[in-house]
């Protein structure tokens, strides 16, 4: 039988989530305060190639076998046009994109009307008028 253990994640026996959970939803229900809330748009996560990726293939995402996420400065993810790595899931190529190089909008087919997309393409816009 294999050790899967060695696979696994560390046990960790003292964490404070508990605490800092009841402390947000106490804050935020009791105090009206809202909690995690970003002051602007400063860095971004965007989608690299891991390997050489061709035209057809289709994008799978976070944890899968054709990108990975690099934080970038937010100017220059939409200076880029970098694609989010929340977003490269289930997503055509459009033109081949080389091992480490950011994925770009231009390089997806993707769904303008979807609603996630509209979302953080009005988000894109604002930010950028911002800049």
Same mark, same amino acid.
């Given at each position: 039988?294999?050790?899967?253990?060695?696979?696994? &994640? $560390?046990?960790?026996?003292?964490?404070?989530?508990?605490? !800092?959970?009841?402390?947000? @939803?106490?804050?935020a229900v009791l105090? #009206?305060?809202?909690?995690?809330?970003?002051?602007?748009?400063?860095?971004?996560?965007?989608?690299?190639?891991?390997?050489?990726?061709?035209?057809?293939?289709?994008?799978d995402g976070e944890?899968?076998?054709?990108?990975? &996420? $690099?934080?970038?400065?937010?100017?220059?993810?939409?200076? !880029?046009?970098?694609?989010? @790595?929340?977003?490269?899931?289930?997503? #055509?190529?459009?033109?081949?994109?080389?091992?480490?190089?950011?994925?770009?909008?231009?390089?997806?087919?993707?769904?303008?009307?979807?609603?996630?997309?509209?979302?953080?393409?009005?988000?894109?816009?604002?930010?950028?008028? $911002?800049?």
């Amino acid at each position: 039988m294999a050790d899967h253990n060695r696979l696994a &994640g $560390k046990r960790i026996r003292w964490v404070g989530i508990g605490l !800092e959970l009841n402390i947000s @939803i106490l804050s935020a229900v009791l105090r #009206k305060e809202p909690t995690g809330q970003a002051q602007g748009f400063c860095g971004d996560v965007a989608a690299v190639a891991k390997r050489n990726l061709r035209a057809g293939e289709v994008l799978d995402g976070e944890g899968g076998y054709t990108v990975w &996420g $690099k934080l970038m400065p937010a100017a220059a993810s939409l200076a !880029e046009g970098a694609l989010p @790595i929340g977003l490269a899931h289930r997503l #055509k190529l459009k033109n081949d994109v080389a091992h480490g190089a950011v994925v770009r909008w231009s390089d997806v087919a993707f769904d303008a009307d979807d609603d996630t997309v509209k979302t953080r393409k009005s988000m894109e816009a604002a930010f950028a008028r $911002k800049a």
